[in-house]
């Protein structure tokens, strides 16, 4: 075989769906209307499968996609939740913290002016003063 017949080959293959037996055609005869009805509808539905993408095709591929989007979204969403929680956390126990140092500095102020009153009924008390009851 030569180089024209292998391509007139590969165009039968193409167009017949491996009917090799027309490769002897020439060009212009292929371009010409078929005239075996049966070859064109198998050349159409060829054509109309490889082509076309029916209108239920394309909406479940959009319904996909949205489903895609909500899904990134959503998990967008459920990150940035986490990361707020972990802020509130982070908040809470910055809270207790100051809290306990609080109640720390309030504990260590009553200690101290517990302290400051017992000196002073003691200075009192020897100064000649009579005790003071509280």
């Known amino acids: 075989m030569n180089t024209a017949e292998n391509t007139n080959t590969d165009i039968a293959n193409l ?3 491996g009917r090799v037996k ?3 055609k020439t060009e ?3 371009r010409a209307p078929t005239k075996n009805p049966q070859e064109m509808t ?3 539905k060829a054509l109309e499968k490889a082509t076309y993408i029916s209108n239920d095709d394309i909406v ?3 319904e996909g996609i949205k489903k895609l989007e909500a899904n990134t979204d959503l998990i967008g969403l ?3 939740r986490e990361i707020v929680e972990m802020q ?3 908040e809470k126990e910055k809270e207790k913290d100051e809290d306990t140092r609080n109640q720390k500095k309030i504990d260590a102020l009553k200690a101290s002016l517990e302290n400051l009153e017992a000196e002073r009924e003691k200075l009192l008390t020897l ?3 009579p005790a003071t009851e509280a």
Do not use: I, M, P
Request: proline share 0%; aromatic share 4%; hydrophobic share 20%.
């Open 127 to 129: 100064a000649g003063y």
């Open 22 to 24: 027309d490769s002897k």
């Open 42 to 44: 198998v050349k159409a």
């Open 15 to 17: 167009e017949g769906e």
């Open 88 to 90: 509130l956390k982070e």
């Open 78 to 80: 459920t990150r940035h």
């Open 28 to 30: 212009e005869q292929r």
């Open 60 to 62: 479940r591929h959009l």
